[in-house]
C-alpha cells in the first residue's frame, strides 16, 4: 500500500514559530512532527511512501534524506490546498492509498485500523470541534462535512487522514479535499468513519506544549553526554551526546535534553520539558512544561514554565515566565487560553524580564525590567 503525506503548507496558525519552518519540522520531544507520522507507517510496513513538499521545501527535503525510510518527494508548487498537494502526487500513485497530514501525531494502531478500508476517513473527538471539520456520521458512515462551524453540531472531527481508491483523483474539482468527500458522497460513494486510537493536532502555538508533553511519553532514558555525580535524575530522562549536566542539578522525567547542551550547576529540570540542541541554562535555573528549541541560552535565576521558546532566542539572567489565562484573539475568534509564553526565533530580553501569557513574534528585543503582556509583532523593540 502507498501513503502520501502532505506537508507543503505553513501552519499560518503557528506564526511566529512557522515564520522559518514548516509546520511538519516542528519538533516535538526533539523530532520534527513529521517523523511520527513516518515511524507509523513504517510500523505497519508501509514503506512506499511520498511526501508532498512546498513552503520552505528545501529544509523539509534535507531532513527526510537524513532519514533512514525509503520516501519519495515531489513538489506543490504554490500552497492552493490540501486537493491541490495531492493532484502533485497523482502520477506517483498505482493503487489504494493512504493520505496523512505531515504535521499531525497518529499512532500505528490508527493507521492499522483504517489501512483496512477502502474510501474511508478517520476520526476524532475533540474538544474545540470549531476549529476543524465537524463529521456527522450515520451508521458507521460520513453523511456531511462542516469545516469550522461557529456552532458544531458534535465534537466528531476529521483527522485529515484517509484511505482513497485512485477513484477520488476524478473527484478533485476544488482545492480541498473535503470537497473532494462530499463530491464523492453525493455520486453515491460510501466513506467509512473509523475512530482514531491516538491522534493529536496542535492548532495554535500553545499547543505544542500538550503534544510535547504526549510525545515524551513515549522517549527511552539514554544519557549520552556528561552529568556530574550529584545530579539527581528521576524518571524517564533522555540526554544528548555532548551535553554537560553540572554540579546539584534535580532533572525530573519525562525530560528530553538535546545534544551539546550545557545545563548549569543548580538548576531543576521538571516533567514535559524538552530542550533542543546546543542550549544552554545557566546555574539556578527551573524549567517545566516547556518546549526550548535549539540554539536558545537561558540566564541564571530564570525560572521558565509552560513556554514554547523559537530558535535561538537569548534570555538574560532573572527571566520568568508567567502562566495564566487571558482571553486571545485567535483570527474571528477571541477565546480563552492558559500559557506562560510563546517566542519566535531570535527574541532577546534583558534581565529581570516577565512574560506573561506573551506571543512575541520573531527577533523582538525586550529591555531591562519589563512585563510583557499579550501580541508582540515580529522585529518589535519594547523599551
Given at each position: 500500500m502507498q501513503a502520501v503525506i502532505l506537508a507543503a503548507g505553513e501552519g499560518s496558525r503557528l506564526r511566529p514559530l512557522t515564520r522559518s519552518?514548516?509546520?511538519?519540522?516542528?519538533?516535538?520531544?526533539?523530532?520534527?512532527i513529521i517523523e511520527y507520522v513516518i515511524d507509523a507507517l513504517l510500523e505497519n510496513g508501509i514503506r512506499d511512501i511520498i511526501v508532498v513538499v512546498g513552503y520552505r521545501k528545501?529544509?523539509?527535503i534535507r531532513h527526510l534524506n537524513r532519514l533512514d525510510a525509503p520516501i519519495q518527494v515531489v513538489v506543490q508548487e504554490r500552497q492552493l490546498g490540501t486537493a491541490d498537494a495531492l493532484?502533485?502526487?497523482?502520477?506517483?500513485?498505482?493503487g489504494d492509498f493512504l493520505v496523512l497530514p505531515g504535521d499531525n501525531y497518529v499512532n500505528a494502531e490508527s493507521i492499522a485500523r483504517i489501512r483496512k478500508e477502502r474510501n474511508a476517513m478517520l476520526v476524532a473527538e475533540h474538544p474545540s470541534p470549531s476549529n476543524f471539520g465537524v463529521v456527522v456520521?450515520?451508521?458507521?458512515l460520513v453523511r456531511e462535512i462542516i469545516e469550522k462551524p461557529e456552532d458544531a453540531p458534535t465534537f466528531t472531527v476529521s483527522t485529515g487522514i484517509y484511505s482513497f481508491s485512485p477513484d477520488v483523483f476524478s473527484c478533485l474539482r476544488t482545492n480541498e479535499i473535503p470537497?473532494?468527500?462530499?463530491?464523492?458522497i453525493a455520486a453515491g460513494h460510501r466513506i467509512r468513519a473509523i475512530p482514531a486510537?491516538?491522534?493529536q493536532d496542535a492548532i495554535y502555538p500553545w499547543d505544542l506544549l500538550k503534544l510535547n508533553n504526549r510525545m515524551l511519553r513515549e522517549i527511552s532514558p539514554e544519557v549520552g553526554g556528561t552529568v556530574d555525580a550529584s545530579v539527581i535524575r528521576r524518571g524517564t530522562v533522555r540526554i544528548g551526546t555532548g551535553t554537560t549536566v553540572g554540579p546539584n542539578t534535580v532533572i525530573y522525567g519525562p525530560v528530553a535534553i538535546g545534544d551539546n547542551c550545557n545545563i548549569g550547576?543548580?538548576?531543576?529540570?521538571m516533567?514535559?520539558?524538552?530542550?533542543?540542541?546546543r542550549v544552554e541554562i545557566e546555574p539556578f535555573t527551573y524549567v517545566a512544561d516547556s518546549l526550548i528549541m535549539s540554539d536558545a541560552r537561558i540566564g541564571s535565576h530564570s525560572r521558565i514554565v509552560s513556554a514554547v521558546f523559537g530558535q535561538g532566542c537569548i534570555l538574560a539572567d532573572h527571566t520568568t515566565t508567567y502562566p495564566s489565562a487571558s482571553f486571545i484573539e485567535v483570527g474571528e475568534r477571541v477565546q480563552k487560553e492558559e500559557f506562560g509564553a510563546v517566542l519566535g526565533d531570535g527574541v532577546r530580553a534583558a534581565p529581570f524580564t516577565t512574560f506573561k501569557n506573551c506571543i512575541a513574534g520573531n527577533n523582538v528585543t525586550i529591555e531591562r525590567g519589563k512585563t510583557v503582556v499579550g501580541l508582540i509583532e515580529d522585529g518589535t523593540r519594547v523599551m
Open positions: 519552518k514548516p509546520k511538519s519540522m516542528l519538533p516535538v520531544a526533539n523530532r520534527p528545501e529544509d523539509v493532484r502533485a502526487a497523482e502520477s506517483e500513485i498505482t456520521i450515520r451508521n458507521g470537497d473532494a468527500l462530499a463530491a464523492m486510537d491516538d491522534w550547576s543548580n538548576c531543576v529540570i516533567p514535559n520539558a524538552s530542550i533542543g540542541d
